[in-house]
C-alpha cells in the first residue's frame, strides 16, 4: 500500500511497510493514521513506518472517522456505525440503521457526536 502526505513541502509518498492491497479510507491523527484495506483497519505509525494494529471489520470498510481517541467505521457487512477504541482497536459499540447506502456517505463526527443521515426503507 502507498499513501501519499501533501503539505507545504510538497507531495511525499510513504510506502507502508507491512500493508498490502489498495488504501481506501485514511484519517491522520498526528504521527498515527488509520487507513482501511478491503475489511481490515490498520493503526500505522508514519514516523517509524510500523504497523500498531490490525483489526477486521464486518466487511469492505466504506467510512472511516476519528475523533477524541474514538475511530469510526462502516462497513458493508453492517447495518450500521461500529465504534473503535483508537488505541487498542477494542469494539466500543455498534449501532444499528435502517438505511446503508445513504450512511457510507452521510456519517460525520462534530465534537464527541457522531451525525448521519437515516431515512426508512420504501414503503415504511
Request: charge should be positive.
Amino acid at each position: 500500500g502507498k499513501l501519499c502526505v501533501l503539505s507545504g513541502k510538497g507531495v511525499t509518498t510513504v510506502h507502508l511497510r507491512g500493508v498490502t492491497g489498495l488504501v481506501e479510507n485514511v484519517v491522520a491523527n498526528g504521527r498515527v493514521v488509520f487507513l482501511s484495506v478491503d475489511s481490515t483497519i490498520v493503526k500505522y505509525n508514519l514516523l517509524s513506518r510500523q504497523v500498531l494494529f490490525r483489526w477486521g471489520a464486518e466487511g469492505r470498510v466504506k467510512r472511516l472517522l476519528y475523533e477524541s481517541g474514538v475511530l469510526i467505521s462502516t462497513s458493508e457487512g453492517l447495518r450500521g456505525i461500529e465504534l473503535w477504541d483508537g488505541k487498542c482497536g477494542r469494539t466500543i459499540g455498534r449501532f444499528a440503521t435502517t438505511s446503508v447506502p445513504l450512511l457510507h456517505s452521510t456519517v460525520n463526527v462534530d465534537r464527541g457526536r457522531v451525525l448521519f443521515a437515516d431515512s426508512p426503507p420504501h414503503g415504511q
